[in-house]
């Protein structure tokens, strides 16, 4: 990036660029020159949200945990730099070391997870390899929340699927203090909750002096499920109340200490600052006044369908290869377990043979296919289509684990050469699962991916193009984010 940013000159894009306040030195220019390009686009507001606190009315579509974070770093562990680093530097190179912390924390959670949902230690860690060189690491490198939540995020789920469920609603709760699509994660707890008890009531004799009991089961566990699921709408309730106290109540004067080019920029650029002589923002009259999806529509013009315009056409075809493989994974799985797929999961059946038990299409991933699927068409219908990549890849695993079990099945170089422990698929499946009996058993000690790097020659053509989205598409964006280019 620090190549990039200094070949190419910066696009004028007409985004959130605030004013510095204090004249750099020279290693913050220093600074600058080799980061500079990781602190564009919403790098700027985190920044100033941690430099400044919220400010602007629409910083507040920016959640709090993250730029309370870089402060806590800039304040705390990089405080002995603050004689040759202003404030602003050391936000910036505290984002990139926890970003690189929470990227590698992030893929060994990632790997963690995939080896008990999964059941295949090999698929999990090609999946943990695609995760870092993933097209949207180029937004977890930069001062994005990403990284963080996908720390929380798959360590949350790894939990969940370990029976720890306080820890993972913990974890999950902190997510949804990182990014508002933090709060679908409930469904997880909500289905596994579900789930337990249905097939509890499979397993019944459905006598009648069981009703007490089921009764009690039912309200326990719709009890623990409704608790979790509180837990992690509380971060996003609260930050909409401290919204709505700082921009709602009545003027305190604080225009008066905000510096006078912050406030100049406020004028230049249209933002509002909290209320000032008693005028209030038209979302606070609202009988839910939420700030969050009042700035997605007044300042984004995010809604249904709403950016499916000529214009946009190279933004969708950004889009496209993650949309293309969140459909394509969606699709496997529903062919591989129609009726899996039909009954949600919820039917207990006495016999599995001839299905996976292991790999992308055991019956374990049906819930987090659902979840990928929901997260692709809502952000393909009703978001900006280009932040679609960092969306998926930030908060589910199913395209790694989907790209994984590909690279697996297809390429002959990663098939098992050794004795397999697993339960697989009957050959007649092959078409839709591939030669799953090399899929999960332990086979060579031979790292995976060094198997690839020496055998370059003979990559299968899929393979080939699996390995070039994930890294020529991860070289695009670079380019496109760290020299503020529009198209990212």
């Known amino acids: 990036q620090a190549l990039f940013n200094l070949l190419i000159p910066d696009h004028a894009a007409d985004a959130f660029s605030p004013p510095r306040l204090s004249e750099p030195g020279l290693w913050d220019r220093l600074l600058e020159q080799l980061l500079g390009g990781l602190s564009h686009w919403d790098a700027e507001h985190f920044l100033f949200i941690a430099e400044h606190g919220y400010l602007y009315e629409h910083n507040c579509a920016f959640f709090p945990l993250y730029p309370l974070s870089l402060r806590a770093v800039a304040e705390g562990a990089l405080w002995p730099l603050q004689r040759l680093l202003r404030l602003r530097s050391r936000l910036l190179l505290s984002a990139v070391l926890l970003n690189s912390l929470f990227s590698v924390l992030a893929a060994a959670a990632l790997y963690k997870l995939g080896c008990v949902v999964l059941q295949c230690r090999r698929v999990a860690f090609l999946a943990a390899v695609l995760f870092s060189v993933s097209p949207a690491n180029v937004f977890m490198a930069a001062a994005y929340s990403e990284s963080m939540f996908a720390f929380l995020a798959f360590s949350a789920m790894w939990q969940l699927e370990k029976g720890q469920s306080w820890l993972s609603g913990l974890l999950f709760s902190l997510a949804s203090g990182v990014r508002a699509n933090g709060l679908i994660n409930a469904g997880f707890f909500l289905y596994s909750h579900g789930k337990c008890f249905v097939l509890q009531l499979q397993v019944g004799s459905g006598s009648v002096r ?255 193009c699996i390995l070039g989205f994930f890294l020529s598409y991860w070289l695009l964006g670079l380019i496109l984010h760290c020299n503020f280019l529009p198209w990212t």
């Not at 089961?217 to 499920?225: D, N, P």
């Not at 377990?337 to 991933?365: D, I, M, Q, W």
């Not at 695993?397 to 698929?425: C, I, K, M, N």
Request: charge should be positive; charged fraction near 15%; glycine fraction near 6%.
């Open 210 to 464: 069981k009703l007490p009991l089921l009764w009690k089961q039912l309200l326990s566990v719709a009890s623990s499920a409704v608790l979790t699921c509180a837990g992690i709408f509380l971060p996003f309730a609260l930050f909409q109340y401290y919204a709505y106290v700082r921009f709602c109540s009545p003027g305190t004067g604080l225009e008066q200490t905000v510096p006078k080019p912050l406030l100049q920029l406020a004028q230049d650029k249209g933002y509002r600052l909290v209320a000032v002589n008693g005028v209030k923002p038209p979302w606070c009259s609202q009988r839910f006044p939420v700030v969050y999806s009042y700035i997605q529509d007044a300042y984004w013009n995010v809604g249904f369908l709403r950016y499916f315009e000529l214009r946009q056409i190279p933004n969708f075809l950004l889009a496209l290869p993650v949309a293309l493989l969140g459909s394509w994974a969606a699709w496997t799985y529903v062919i591989a377990n129609p009726r899996h797929c039909l009954t949600l999961g919820l039917e207990r059946r006495k016999s599995e043979e001839g299905k996976p038990s292991a790999g992308f299409c055991c019956p374990a991933v049906f819930v987090y296919v659902v979840h990928a699927t929901v997260l692709l068409v809502f952000g393909f219908f009703c978001m900006h289509v280009q932040v679609l990549t960092r969306f998926l890849g930030s908060s589910s695993p199913v395209l790694y684990w989907f790209s994984a079990h590909l690279l697996q099945e297809y390429e002959p170089l990663l098939r098992s050469e050794g004795t397999d422990d697993q339960t697989v698929a009957p050959r007649s499946e092959k078409s839709l699962l591939g030669k799953s009996a090399g899929s999960c058993g332990r086979g060579t000690s031979e790292n995976p991916i060094m198997r690839l790097l020496t055998n370059c020659r003979l990559i299968t053509p899929l393979s080939k």
